[in-house]
């Protein structure tokens, strides 16, 4: 198979297309017939080397890659419920890797079908997994309720953009945006469910004192603390990544927690999704409805697999133009 390998830890340059052996599904598991890949932020920080510590986080020669869409070249032993053919999106099962190659083996566990949905396979793979992820954070770490009011911080990235669409599923009243200064032509453009999407730069003036039930933070830093100065009343803090790199401004004042009846939470879905096996299947469930009724409508830059180097230095530098997807 065909694939791209991050040869040791390093500059996007470590990126290296090469001629695998395709691999066999074995027991449990689906292979994969690749024709988009995703790129995350974390394939960058897994290939910079920052978690190269971590336990059962891959080193080096290793494929990266998370979340493939293509269709089911053949089963292992035992899974059940998938044909040969037929169209999926499949997320990796927390190793960090496996998703930049022609042929991919996924746990049946984390195998969604997108068969009979007219979804095309580059936007499937680029909001399927993380709207599951947004639907587990929001039903599962904490509880979004109808007529509730939700802000998204770093509003257009990955993660963050499949917030808005899966808390109107669960009955949100308002979801309001947040982006840096340079961003606000691209929020402007953006057909994502955001009543309205402000500057995070004119934070909390901005918001003419409005306040929020919860509010979902990917960024940490200088908009972390400032949050709990936007929390309503025993409102919730959502803490899922720390796409600023900033380890030094994110501090939670305890005292204010107490004060407001705040409740802050952390969300890791590679942590939670092995605790928690059956928020998967309602998760796609609700993941591939988001996608089909256009409410996870992100903008997407497309780029050849041989060119894996060129999209980690565009999210690295912030210049991709949406959510990058790798083409086999
Ligand atoms: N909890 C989970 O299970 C889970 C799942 C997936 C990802 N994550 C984490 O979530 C975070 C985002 O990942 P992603 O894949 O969504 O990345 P992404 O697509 O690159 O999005 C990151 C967002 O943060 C914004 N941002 C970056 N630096 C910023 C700064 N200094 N100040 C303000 N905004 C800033 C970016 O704005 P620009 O558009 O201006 O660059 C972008 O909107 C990462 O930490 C990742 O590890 C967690």
Do not use: C
């Amino acid at each position: 198979m065909k694939a791209v390998q991050v040869a040791r830890f390093g500059e996007p340059g470590v990126l290296t297309l090469t001629e695998l052996p395709d691999p066999v599904p074995g027991p449990g598991q689906v292979a994969i017939d690749v024709t988009h890949a995703a790129v995350g932020l974390i394939d960058v920080y897994l290939r910079q080397g920052l978690y190269k510590d971590r336990e059962g986080l891959p080193q080096p020669p290793y494929v990266p890659g998370l979340e493939v869409a293509g269709t089911v070249r053949a089963l292992g032993e035992g899974v059940t419920g998938f044909a040969p053919g037929e169209s999926v999106v499949a997320l990796s099962s927390g190793d960090g890797k496996g998703g930049y190659a022609s042929v991919f083996l996924a746990d049946q566990a984390h195998v969604v079908s997108t068969e009979g949905h007219a979804i095309d396979p580059a936007l499937a793979v680029a909001v399927i997994p993380n709207a599951l992820m947004a639907h587990v954070a929001l039903t599962g770490a904490i509880r979004v309720s109808a007529g509730e009011s939700v802000l998204v911080h770093g509003a257009l990235g990955a993660l963050a953009a499949t917030f808005p669409g899966i808390a109107r599923q669960l009955g949100a009243s308002r979801a309001v945006g947040t982006v840096r200064t340079e961003r606000l032509g691209a929020a402007a453009a953006t057909k994502l469910p955001y009543d309205t999407i402000v500057d995070s730069a004119r934070l909390p003036e901005v918001l003419g004192g409005e306040t929020f039930d919860v509010i979902v933070d990917p960024v940490g830093g200088p908009v972390r603390a400032q949050s709990l100065d936007l929390l309503a009343p025993s409102g919730r803090l959502l803490l899922v990544g720390n796409a600023s790199g900033d380890w030094n401004h994110g501090g939670i004042d305890g005292n204010r927690v107490w004060y407001g009846n705040f409740t802050v939470t952390g969300f890791n879905a590679g942590g939670y999704l092995p605790a928690h096996p059956e928020a998967f299947a309602p998760a796609a469930r609700a993941a591939l409805q988001a996608a089909t009724d256009g409410l996870v409508d992100v903008e997407l830059e497309t780029l050849p697999l041989a060119e894996a180097a060129t999209a980690h230095q565009r999210l690295e530098n912030h210049t991709a133009g949406g959510r990058t997807v790798l083409t086999m």
